[in-house]
């Protein structure tokens, strides 16, 4: 069997005599990731990353990677992001560990109303870890261009155009790139990275 297009399907199967027969539907999504990333692995092999018309689209009901396999110290990563308009939150992750449970996370959470910058140890997360946290109504259904320039210590951060964070920290200075979603849906495309 082979799709030719987006759209969905049952698929009916049965024995010569027709006396074992069984039925799937089956949704074929077309679109395509634009991203100069390569290498890209779920941390949670329960979450769902599918390629849309969107870019790549993460569904899981609480917290899950997408990660890349590049290493970057100093760079640019750009990506559009999307949420889902029933609670979802998403990240950025950056200079992290292949699994994303260490490194940094710029966040878009609705729920919060705010835009975060936070770090995960090990995959633990404490309020003191809040590196900044600007306040911000941030609309889902509606992508939202994100650039994060980490050199050295620094980290600048603009959201649609406008910079929100500035900062210094030395928690990590190099690491892998990826996406994250929680709780619900969250979009990623032109998700690129440019070194410094």
């Known amino acids: 069997m082979e799709a030719v297009a987006p759209g969905e399907a049952v698929v009916t199967a049965s024995d010569s005599e027709d006396e074992v027969r069984g039925s799937t539907l ?17 941390d949670v092999s329960a979450s769902r990353w599918i390629v849309t018309t ?14 890349a396999a590049e290493q970057a110290e100093d760079f640019t990563y ?8 029933n609670g979802s939150a998403g990240s950025m992750i950056f200079r992290a560990n292949a699994d994303g449970s260490s490194g940094y996370y710029l966040n878009l959470d609705p729920n919060l109303k705010s835009i975060r910058l936070f770090f995960k140890k090990e995959g633990r997360f404490e309020e003191r870890q809040v590196l900044a946290k600007v306040p ?7 992508f939202h261009h994100i650039k994060i320039v980490a050199e050295g210590l620094r980290i ?17 200075t190099e690491g892998l790139v990826g996406v ?10 032109h998700v690129r990275i440019e070194p410094i």
């Open 54 to 67: 969107d870019g790549i689209r993460g569904s899981y009901i609480s917290d899950a990677n997408y990660m």
């Open 26 to 42: 089956v949704k074929v999504h077309g679109g395509v990731f634009h991203t100069n990333l390569t290498g890209w692995k779920p």
């Open 180 to 189: 994250n979603v929680f709780g619900g849906q969250a979009f990623y495309q």
């Open 156 to 172: 600048r951060i603009d959201v649609d155009g406008e910079q929100v964070i500035d900062l210094e920290d030395s928690t990590f």
């Open 136 to 142: 911000r109504f941030v609309l889902p259904e509606m």
């Open 78 to 85: 750009e990506a559009d992001m999307k949420l889902h308009g």
